[in-house]
């Protein structure tokens, strides 16, 4: 039986990781933290948690939790495990944080975008970027999981094979990326009330978002080199959902065939990533609710570029199941045990 505490449990992500854990009779949720709400029933919370879940929620003690759990997942606020973290609680449990804390490697980087300091820059390189599908092997053995951002991890497995094998010209990447409100979180902000949401869709962020750099460098990783990329995110009145569409110029001319064979020597193997067949571009409404990414792209031989296109579900693949993903593989386990959730719509 694996024990599991939650930090963050009433946030969106929060609330999804509560909501995987309990379909499994391997894992026990033991500490629901919430600074918003210490001592309030969870499903006072979340009324669909009633008479499912007891417990009342816990303060954000992460180092009193480590000496309770096998696994502790922080969805919280950036900043919040920079400062909370050190050697005992590495040395008692596993860490997997759902904020963008330990994802980008450079410190200085991280600290300009998200106008903060870096409280624990120590742990910065022991932490694993945690895209099971690039970093299978390293996620295993880690200490402490880098969990992506939503928008990175459907806009680097939708680019990744291309730019891996060079088929795209790194500095011409455009991204272009809508979310459901879901992903601004569950505080109460002016721009997501339901009045300013519905019935409209805008960009955000251009420019300046912070999701940026950890595309870029990830990115690098499999050009080789530094890459820079042009990303836009929009927001549209859904609920939950990421789709992006991304543009680059191709290296050679090349056949649908030719680059059909790229994405499947990828991503065949891989359960979580669907390419589509020709010509059937990715929808939301086809991954809500699971951890699937699908993807596919679009030769465009009048420009001589390609459009790559994804879409997955911001609160699961881009948050809370790829978590759960990372905790399977950190114990062992079937990497879709608890995952395999049909999407909501066929």
Not at 262 to 286: A, I, M, S
Request: with cysteine; aromatic share 10%.
């Amino acid at each position: 039986m694996i024990k599991a505490g939650i930090i963050g449990s009433t946030g969106y992500a929060g609330g999804e990781l509560a909501r995987l854990l309990l379909q499994r009779d391997d894992v026990e949720i033991k500490w629901y933290g919430s600074k918003s709400y210490v001592d309030q029933k969870y499903a006072s919370i979340y009324q669909n948690m009633f008479e499912i879940v007891s417990d009342s929620c816990m303060d954000d003690n992460i180092e009193a939790l480590s000496e309770k759990v096998d696994v502790i997942f922080t969805a919280t606020p950036q900043g919040f495990l920079a400062s909370a973290l050190n050697d005992r609680i590495l040395s008692q449990t596993k860490v997997i944080d759902l904020s963008a804390d330990f994802r980008i490697q450079d410190v200085k980087i991280y600290e300009e975008w998200y106008q903060i300091q870096h409280q624990s820059p120590q742990y910065i390189k022991e932490a694993v970027y945690g895209l099971p599908e690039i970093n299978r092997e390293k996620i295993k053995n880690a200490r402490l999981i880098a969990n992506p951002g939503c928008y990175p991890t459907c806009s680097e497995l939708s680019i990744y094979p291309l730019i891996k094998e060079g088929l795209i010209d790194p500095d011409t990447i455009i991204i272009d990326a809508k979310s459901g409100t879901s992903g601004a979180g569950r505080g109460a902000k002016l721009d997501n009330l339901y009045c300013e949401v519905n019935e409209n869709i805008k960009a955000y962020g251009v420019g300046v978002h912070r999701h940026t750099p950890e595309i870029e460098e990830q990115l690098s990783y499999g050009a080789g080199k530094p890459v820079t990329i042009s990303f836009t995110p929009h927001l549209v009145p859904m609920n939950r959902g990421i789709l992006i569409t991304a543009y680059a110029s191709l290296t050679s001319k090349v056949s649908y065939d030719e680059v059909k064979s790229v994405y499947d020597k990828y991503y065949d193997k891989e359960f979580f990533v669907r390419v589509l067949e020709k010509d059937v571009t990715p929808q939301t409404k086809w991954v809500e609710g699971s951890n699937f990414v699908d993807v596919n792209f679009k030769i465009d031989p009048r420009t001589n570029r390609i459009v790559m296109m994804g879409a997955m579900d911001n609160l699961v693949k881009g948050a809370a199941g790829q978590a759960v993903q990372n905790m399977n593989l950190l114990f062992g386990l079937e990497e879709n045990k608890g995952l395999k959730l049909i999407p909501m719509f066929p």
